[in-house]
T-cell receptor, first 112, second 109 residues
Framework: EAGVTQSPTHLIKTRGQQATLRCSPI?????VYWYQQALGLGLQFLLW???????NRGNFPPRFSGRQFPNYSSELNVNALELEDSALYLC???????????FGPGTRLTVL | GIQVEQSPPDLILQEGANSTLRCNFS?????LQWFHQNPWGQLINLFY???GTKQNGRLSATTVATERYSLLYISSSQTTDSGVYFC???????????FGQGTTLQVKP
């Protein structure tokens, strides 16, 4: 069974640009979760999508947004990039009705 | 919100030694997972253990939900066990996992 995949592996942007990160869940999983791991701030919950709907959102500004497609893959968009958005962005997926989250390898975003 | 505290923050062991990592949480949860973060950043699932005891090879975990703590045991440690171990808790109606700050384990040959 293939795991959660994320693309790209690395992304370099400049301040003010937009970044798009992609995530494909494990086959059969309908939920996708996004987390940010920034230096000194630990792992923080960003967004939860299930069945195409946003179910919950962490304490992040509106310029962090995303969507989930009919095939359950997901995109995370970060607009008006700031230097402090530099972080490892981790995506996880889960099966409906269960709590276990399985993580992908992450996308490392660097904002210059 | 729920607070998660892991101890110790850092641990250095000789290969072959045993260790115990602790996770305390401040409120009732129905989701608790242990992860190992590899050097490339990926979180590897170790256990889903909101209560009870589980074992997987040299690793085992125990969660005492009524006392709000969980323990991860590593026996006969190997250099490949090095990395950061995270405990994360949550409730199923939020989808949100709250992570502790992690325990950084270094196993020396």
């Amino acid at each position: 069974e293939a795991g959660v995949t994320q693309s790209p592996t690395h992304l370099i942007k400049t301040r003010g640009q937009q970044a798009t990160l992609r995530c494909s869940p494990i086959s059969g999983h309908t939920s996708v979760y996004w987390y940010q791991q920034a230096l000194g701030l630990g792992l923080q919950f960003l967004l939860w999508y299930d069945e195409g709907e946003e179910r919950n959102r962490g304490n992040f500004p509106p310029r962090f947004s995303g969507r989930q497609f009919p095939n359950y893959s997901s995109e995370l968009n970060v607009n008006a990039l700031e230097l402090e958005d530099s972080a490892l962005y981790l995506c996880a997926s889960g099966r409906q009705g269960t709590d276990t989250q399985y993580f992908g390898p992450g996308t490392r975003l660097t904002v210059l | 919100g729920i607070q998660v505290e892991q101890s110790p923050p850092d641990l250095i062991l000789q290969e072959g030694a045993n260790s115990t990592l602790r996770c305390n949480f401040s409120d009732s949860v129905n989701n608790l997972q242990w992860f190992h973060q590899n050097p490339w950043g990926q979180l590897i699932n170790l256990f889903y253990i909101p209560s009870g005891t589980k074992q997987n090879g040299r690793l085992s975990a125990t969660t005492v939900a009524t006392e709000r703590y969980s323990l991860l045991y590593i026996s006969s440690s190997q250099t490949t066990d090095s990395g950061v171990y995270f405990c994360a808790v949550g409730s199923s109606n939020t989808g949100k996992l709250i992570f502790g700050q992690g325990t950084t384990l270094q196993v020396k040959p």
